[in-house]
């Protein structure tokens, strides 16, 4: 081949040059950098932009219900306080609703708790512009680890559902 040097075939019968496979590592390596980037604990002061959640994956209630929930944080104005913005992408029959729960530990004081807002096909309720505030999510300053749950809606104690939570760990100012 004139540009991409001696051509090369995969398994499936495609051709592949050399530049194109440096091509595609190069893109590799710089997805593998962002996302490494992306999992390093980082501030929520209001100066510095999110720390983003790992993807927290759950079955939520109904027929083949499952929920895959990304979030990051944003930063309040308020010190010691924190937002979570939740996208939320839901698949399944019938799916019922359940509840979004944020919940931290100040790793510096030893402080937890947590705040929960209700789910409705796939929309978080009462959180405008899908961010999750309140007394819940003002764990004081120092470093914070936090998590996202899914739990159902009975009462007096919201069990957790079935999931892999998301986290997150940043330093409020």
Not at 34 to 54: E, I, R, Y
């Amino acid at each position: 081949m004139a540009n991409g040097g001696p051509a090369r075939h995969d398994e499936m019968g495609m051709t592949l040059t050399n530049s194109a496979i440096r091509k595609f590592s190069a893109v590799a390596v710089s997805v593998g950098a962002v996302l490494v980037g992306l999992g390093a604990p980082a501030g929520a002061l209001p100066s510095d932009p999110v720390t983003v959640f790992t993807p927290t994956l759950s079955r939520t209630p109904g027929a083949n219900c499952a929920a895959i929930i990304n979030a990051q944080t944003v930063p309040q104005p308020q010190s010691g306080t924190f937002g979570v913005r939740v996208a939320i992408t839901q698949t399944g029959d019938f799916c019922q609703r359940y509840q979004v729960a944020v919940r931290f530990r100040n790793l510096d004081t030893g402080y937890s708790d947590g705040q929960s807002h209700p789910v409705e096909n796939g929309q978080i309720l009462h959180a405008p512009g899908n961010v999750i505030v309140g007394f819940g999510t003002a764990p004081g300053k120092g470093r914070v680890e936090a998590w996202i749950v899914t739990t159902d809606e009975s009462l007096p104690q919201h069990q957790e559902l079935e999931h892999i939570a998301g986290r997150a760990s940043f330093t409020l100012g």
